[in-house]
């Protein structure tokens, strides 16, 4: 599970269901005149507020993030994990809301429930639910929520033991072909500036065409599909943001990016990426 690939909005739905988890070991009934040593129950001694509510929030977040957090993540009946997940955090904020409207239940028909009120522990959840809905909603429409959470770290390359630092493949700084590590040359192969050697001027270089194409590495600002090389209009994968790739070639405005898997694709709307 790559945990670069989580947006913000995914942030904001892991400490909603952390805010749920802790609501329910909270009492869920305030009782006028109940002294402090009075029992009053938490949702884990209620089923109907515990399968509705707490769990049914909390497998929510989890298979929320999990689709965001996996490459390919796995199908239900044929269905993506997301619209579960978000089905699932709805249900619990339309279960809480009632459970605050009506917390003593079937009690209230005899009259005998007139003082107990929504506890603290239904409170909050309530508005752990609320926020959780809400994040599960809006994080595909709103851009601040579906920024990533955690920065793209720079891609590093292992370097040989004792030697020095040196870029990578497609990466700033890299040492050009031809070019002996440690120093410039000079005509003669000899190193640069040797002892017992003329110093002479480096022959110029010849410039490298414009149109040449150099790989390098890139991160996308937001999840965006990548199309098959042959033209289908079908994506055959979707890169996710906080996750490097490796652009292999360009055609015109598009890139030809390859995936951690090996797979390669056109990626059509190259705005905003990062370079690494």
């Known amino acids: 599970m ?17 805010l749920l988890f802790i609501a329910s070991f909270l009492d869920i009934y305030s009782i006028d005149g109940a002294p402090d040593s009075a029992d009053i129950p938490n949702a884990w001694g209620s089923g109907p ?3 509705s509510v707490t769990l049914a929030g909390i497998i929510g977040a989890a298979l929320i993030v999990v689709a965001h957090g996996l490459p390919q993540p796995p199908k239900v009946a044929g269905l993506e994990l997301l619209p579960f997940g978000v089905a699932f955090t709805v249900f619990a904020a339309w279960s809480a809301l009632g459970n605050v409207f009506d917390p003593a239940g079937g009690f209230d028909n005899d009259g005998g429930a ?3 009120d929504a506890g603290t522990g239904v409170i909050l959840s309530l508005i752990g639910a609320l926020v959780l809905a809400g994040a599960a ?48 040359t000079q005509q003669g192969g000899q190193p640069f ?21 150099s790989p390098f590495w890139f991160a996308v600002p937001v999840a965006r599909p990548l199309f098959g090389e042959d033209g289908s209009p079908s994506p055959i994968a979707e890169l996710a943001p906080g996750t490097w790739y490796l652009a292999v070639e360009q055609r015109g405005p598009s890139l030809v990016a390859q995936t951690q898997d090996g797979r390669r694709g056109v990626l059509q709307d190259t705005s905003g990426i990062q370079r690494g």
Request: glycine letters at 18%; zero cysteines; a positive charge.
């Open 49 to 51: 507020l515990l399968m």
């Open 2 to 18: 790559n945990i670069r690939s989580l947006t913000r909005g995914d942030g904001v739905v892991i400490g909603a269901a952390v």
């Open 114 to 116: 007139a003082s107990i």
């Open 137 to 184: 909603v809006a994080t595909p429409l709103v851009p601040a929520l579906k920024a990533p959470l955690l920065g793209a770290p720079r891609p590093q390359n292992p370097q040989p033991y004792g030697g020095q630092p040196q870029g990578g493949y497609g990466y700033p700084g890299a040492q050009q072909p031809g070019q002996p590590f440690g120093g410039q």
């Open 193 to 213: 500036g040797a002892p017992g050697q003329p110093q002479q001027a480096p022959a110029p270089q010849p410039q490298q065409p414009a149109g040449d194409f």
